[in-house]
């Protein structure tokens, strides 16, 4: 639903199957990364770390989908270095909200 919410709106976007495919895609110019918190192999935490450690990516926005709510959860996505935060479900709408702000 993401990707296809996106490429609708005319952005391009790059998928990935878990977060160790999403570092190895990180290449050319970025504009942001929305990832999910829980993946296999690395999930959204270690993904954001991953990215931070890279100069080229240290400031990009990273908008995080997930099922948690706690504020805990939030506190640690915050702290490796999310820039924002969607708990699903979410609309369509609420999505293209968040990426619109977080672009501006």
Known sequence: MVAFTLKKEGYDVIE???GKDALSKLTGTIDMVITD???PNLDGIGLIKGIRA???YKFIPVVMLTTES???KKAEGK???AT???VKPFTPDQLLA???K???
Do not use: E, F, P, T
């Open 16 to 18: 990935a199957c878990d």
């Open 37 to 39: 918190l829980n993946m």
């Open 54 to 56: 890279q100069a080229a």
């Open 70 to 72: 706690q504020a805990g």
């Open 79 to 81: 702290s490796a270095g």
């Open 84 to 86: 924002g935060w969607i």
């Open 98 to 100: 968040v990426v619109k």
């Open 102 to 104: 977080v672009l501006r």
